[in-house]
């Protein structure tokens, strides 16, 4: 279990500690932003993998307390999590965002704001918030509470950390697009700043959200060795 907490506590580092605040500013002026790109890249992978061994090695050891489990309620809950969360990932992993690596050009577009980008700035993050949210439901274990839980904390703080990364370095230019967009989805809808614009999004994005959210719901006792279907 300490590999474990120790991998998820390098890993929280590394996009927070370092990628989040000035300290990256320092190193990118130090070596240049192609050299950090390829290092912290390189870096998130390694603890991505070194996070997934430990986390099958804590499970199979032995102390891996076990606090609820998965209920025919929370499978069914945990799919319709899982499900808006991927409407969410796909659809921000393929729609040009300024808040994405190298894409700040995007705001001198006059419709930087378009499709996805009407829910929240951070649709990738919040989708994988809700994903990780999605299994820390049906996964009561320690181990899981570790993996799932880092996740979650990351995806949800680095909203913040991107959106102050992005005004340090972009000033009002930034300013400018976040009081059109809201981080939490649906806030900048709700107040008024912005409208739901589904064909905006893209249909064919959501019907790629919905094929890659089955296929992995089908394909999940063969990769993971356990069921999401709540009869299974």
């Given amino acids: 279990m300490i590999w474990l907490v120790a991998a998820a506590a390098v890993f929280l580092a590394i996009h927070l500690v370092i990628s989040g605040t000035r300290l990256r500013d320092a190193i990118t002026g130090a070596i240049g932003q192609g050299a950090y790109m390829g290092l912290f890249s ?11 061994i430990a986390y099958v090695h804590a499970q199979r050891g032995g102390a891996d307390p076990v606090w609820w489990t998965a209920t025919p309620v929370t499978k069914w809950i945990q799919l319709v999590v899982t499900f808006v969360a991927f409407m ?25 704001v378009r499709g996805i980008l009407r829910v929240t ?24 509470l570790i993996l799932f839980g880092s996740l ?26 976040a ?3 809201s981080g ?32 992995l719901v089908f394909a999940h006792p063969l990769l993971f060795g356990v069921s999401p279907l709540p009869n299974a």
Avoid: Y
Avoid at 42 to 52: F, I, K, N, T
Avoid at 89 to 104: A, C, H, K, W
Avoid at 155 to 164: E, H, K, N, Q, R
């Fill in 121 to 144: 700035r951070h649709p990738f993050l919040w989708g994988v918030a809700l994903w990780a949210a999605g299994h820390l439901m049906v996964n009561g274990d320690l181990a899981s």
């Fill in 42 to 52: 390189l870096a998130s992978l390694a603890c991505l993998v070194w996070m997934g």
């Fill in 88 to 112: 969410l990932i796909v659809p921000g992993l393929v729609t040009p965002n300024p808040t994405s690596v190298r894409q700040e050009g995007q705001l001198s577009k006059p419709d930087a």
């Fill in 152 to 177: 979650l904390a990351l995806a949800v703080l680095g909203t913040t950390s991107i959106d102050a990364k992005r005004r340090r370095a972009l000033g009002p230019t930034w300013d400018a697009f």
């Fill in 184 to 215: 939490v989805p649906f806030a900048a809808i709700a107040t008024g700043r912005q409208s739901l614009k589904l064909g905006e999004i893209g249909w064919w994005r959501l019907g790629v959200a919905v094929i890659v959210w089955g296929a």
């Fill in 179 to 181: 009081a059109q967009t």
